[in-house]
Structures are given as C-alpha cells and as structure tokens.
C-alpha cells in the first residue's frame, strides 16, 4: 500500500526531476532539427513553385500540430475538467494553450512567407487563414484571462468555459468564410485518393509531421511540469 | 424557468428603466459613430449604399458591448449578486433572463439607429424592412447570448472593462459577417434568396451558442 505523498514530498520530487534532462523535449529538438536538414539538402524542389514550397514541410505540421492536436488538447482537457474538477486537467490546458500559441504563431508566419512569392500577397481572407488568425486571437485572450483571474479555482473553471465556446466557434468562422471563395491549396496528402506527392518529398513530409508532433509533446510536457511546480510552490507559501 | 427569467429580466429593465444612464450611453454611442463612419471614407468615391452594411454592424456590435458590460456590473455593487444567486431560482434562469434584458437592450438601441442610419445614409429600404429586422434580430441573440456568459465572467477579473471586448469580439466575426453580407444582398435590391445561406449560419449561431452559453453559465458562478 502506497500512502499519497505530502505536498513536501512532492515538491522534492518535482524539483528533482526537474533538475535532469528532459529527454523528450530534447528528441524534439533533435528532430526537427533533422527534418530541416533532409528538407533543405536531401528533398528536391518542387517543379513550378521552386524553393518557397519548402517552406510546406514546416507550415503544415504546424498547423497540424497547432489546430488538431493542442487546440483539441485544449478542449478536451477544459471539458474533462469541468465534469471531474481535477487540477491535473486544468494545467494540461493550460500548457497546451501556450505551447499551441507558439505553432499557431508559426504558421501564421510562414504562411505569408510563402504567400508572397507564390499568390503574390502575404495575407489574403480566406476561410483557412480567417479561422487559424481567429484561433490565434482566442488563445491569446484565453492566456490573458488566465493571468486576470487570482483565484485557481475560478481561472480553471473560466478558462475551461472559454475554450470550449472557442471549439464551437472555430467552425463558424470556417463556415462564414467559405461563403467568400477560398484561395488556400487543398490537401494533397490527406484526401480520399492516393497523395499526389512523389515519395522522397512524401517522406520527408510525414517525418516533419513526426518530429513536430513529437517536439510538442516535448515543450507541453516541460510547460506541464512548470505549472505543478508552480502551484506546489503556491500552495507551500500559502501554508 | 422562463417565468423566474422573465423576473431577472424585468427587475434589469426596471433598474435600466430609471437611471437610463447605459441606454443613453450606448444610443449617443451609436449615432456619433455613425456619423464618424461617414467621414472615414470619400463619399464620392464610395457610395454610402456599399458603406452602410459594415457601418450598421460594427456599430450595432460595438454598442452592444456597452450595455453587456452593465449587465453583470450592477451586480457588483453591494454583492447584489449573493441575492440573486440565493433566490430560489434556477442558474440558468438568472441566465436567461440576464440575456433577455439585455437583448432588449439591445434592440432599444438597433430601433433608433437603424432609421437614422436609412436617414443620414439615405437608403432605400422599403422594400426589404421586414427580412432586414429579421437579420437584426437574429444578429441581436447571437450578440447577446455570448456576450452576456462573458460579461459575467468578465466582471470577476481584473481588467473587465477591457477583457469583455477581446473575449467577444471573435465571437462577434461570424455574427457580422452574416449579418454584414446578407444585409448588402438586401440593400443591392437581390432576392431575398440571395441571403439565405448567411441566414442560416446566423441561425445555426444563435441555436448553438444559446444551448452552449445556458450550459455553461453556472460554471461561471462561485460555487
């Protein structure tokens, strides 16, 4: 039988942890770093749009990684939090709102990087720009509604509700903007035919999808253990 | 319920009623951004038929943030919200009937602004009146419904004056967007056929965050 650790003890073993290196966020980095490698110097360029669709091989993980994995994370952790009120869900949001800030801010930066060049424009409304610009905007206030609220209680709770209303709107704004006519490339890995890519870009396509999910999981989990630190330490001063 | 939301409701209007501070407010508001809007633009190189959609509905949403931050405001003062939370009625009525207020409200500020937006704008709405107050209304229970969950979270942090309009406000797109774009289809003399896709999503919006904003709300109150 195990009894629950005191709040002392498990202080001592966060700081411990703490305190080795964080091998998953390490891996991240190091492959990511690879991808790069293979994408610069081992993939040839694309026939018409020459080096700037290189670019493709970090904007798409991104924003795969930004919308369907942290922004997901994040709703369904509020969710779960506010049926079970665990503050382990609360810190899981909480971490991947901040991490998914970051890819969400990369995608919105190497789009236009890639939009000039190629549309001729760095910004242009369209439905997928609009909705990733818009999810931008909501984390952003999500984070900042998280450090107006002193209360733990109430910031999980609040911020929970927000991030739920924010998976239902994120569709709307999709929607609404479709109505306009869309401009974005359609996918061309992730659609019911065969993906219309030759296999030595298609490769390094899925290993940048690989390196990044897994250098966010890396950054989430070191943002994770930021946060119990944090409020173990809260707790310990407010003794 | 709807009779306790009618009572939340009517003691808003009643205390709304007889200061008129807000409705005031959020009125003179709405007229002096019209006319601002005006001068933004050449006159004579847009036509005020293509300005005035996107004019009516920044404003209207702008306006409408004016009175949300009073709803959950007055509740400030004296704890008053202790008593209405003790009240033998349901949270989601205290909800209900927060929204209805307001969406009154908001409607009071939409009656006049709308005329003297056709005035100064000079528009020819004769024709399309009704199906445009329907937009309007439809656009006034989306505004409500999100913006009244976030003024009662809003007004329990620091900052509220200024975090009501950064949570809102990207919930407001998909409101004028709709409203803006079927609104211009109206004023353009197309059929009102033209409108009906933003027609529905303005729908689907109210339906859907109704349903979300009622289930959330008490989460927003202490427990």
Redesign the interface.
């Known amino acids: 039988m195990t009894l629950p650790l005191t709040r002392r003890e498990q202080l001592d073993a966060v700081t411990h942890r703490s305190a080795q290196p964080d091998w998953l966020l390490i891996t991240g980095f190091v492959a990511v770093a690879a991808v790069y490698v293979r994408a610069l110097a081992f993939t040839p360029p694309e026939a018409t749009q020459g080096a700037a669709q290189r670019i493709l091989y970090v904007h798409a993980p991104s924003a795969f990684v930004a919308l369907y994995v942290a922004f997901a994370l994040m709703a369904v952790s509020s969710l779960l939090y506010?049926g079970l009120k665990d503050e382990k869900l609360d810190r899981l949001a909480e971490s991947s709102a901040e991490v998914g800030l970051a890819f969400t801010t990369v995608v919105l930066t190497t789009g236009p990087l890639w939009g000039k060049p190629i549309w001729g424009t760095w910004w242009t409304w369209d439905a997928r720009l609009?909705a990733t610009l818009?999810l931008w905007?909501?984390i952003l206030?999500y984070l900042?509604?998280r450090d107006?609220?002193?209360e733990r209680?109430?910031r999980a709770?609040?911020s929970?509700?927000?991030a739920?209303?924010?998976a239902?709107?994120i569709p709307?704004?999709h929607?609404?903007?479709y109505?306009f006519r869309t401009m974005h490339p359609m996918p061309i890995v992730a659609k019911p035919s065969a993906p219309s890519m030759p296999p030595n870009m298609l490769i390094t396509f899925i290993a940048a999808f690989c390196a990044f999910v897994l250098l966010y999981a890396g950054l989430v989990r070191a943002r994770y253990r930021y946060a119990t630190l944090r409020d173990l330490v809260a707790d310990e001063e407010a003794r | 319920m709807l009779r306790a939301s009618w009572l939340v409701a009517r003691k808003d209007l009643a205390i709304e009623f007889r200061t008129r501070t807000a409705y005031f407010s959020a009125l003179i508001f709405a007229l002096l951004g019209l006319t601002i809007f005006y001068f933004a633009w050449d006159a004579t190189a847009v036509a005020a038929i293509d300005l005035a959609p996107g004019v009516l509905w920044v404003i209207f949403t702008f306006s409408g943030l004016l009175g949300l931050q009073r709803s959950f405001g007055v509740e400030q003062a004296d704890r008053a919200m202790d008593a209405l939370l003790s009240a033998p009625v349901d949270r989601e009525a205290i909800y209900l009937g927060k929204a209805l207020a307001n969406l009154l409200f908001v409607i009071g500020v939409q009656a006049i602004t709308l005329p003297a937006l056709v005035l100064f704008y000079n528009l020819p709405i004769a024709d399309v009146i009704l199906p445009l107050s329907a937009i309007a209304l439809l656009a006034a229970i989306g505004l409500v419904a999100v913006g009244t969950l976030f003024s009662s979270m809003a007004v329990n942090t620091r900052m509220a004056e200024l975090l009501l309009p950064m949570l809102s406000l990207p919930f407001f797109v998909p409101i004028v967007m709709a409203a803006a774009g079927s609104t211009a289809k109206l004023l353009a003399g197309r059929p009102v056929a033209e409108a009906w896709p933003w027609l529905r999503i303005l729908v689907a919006f109210d339906i859907v965050f109704i349903v979300a904003c009622t289930l959330a709300f008490p989460f927003t109150l202490e427990e």
Do not use: C, N
Request: glycine share 6%.
């Open positions: 506010l609009t818009f905007f909501i206030g900042v509604l107006a609220i002193e209680g109430m709770r609040y929970a509700v927000l739920l209303l924010a239902l709107l709307f704004i929607l609404s903007v109505l």
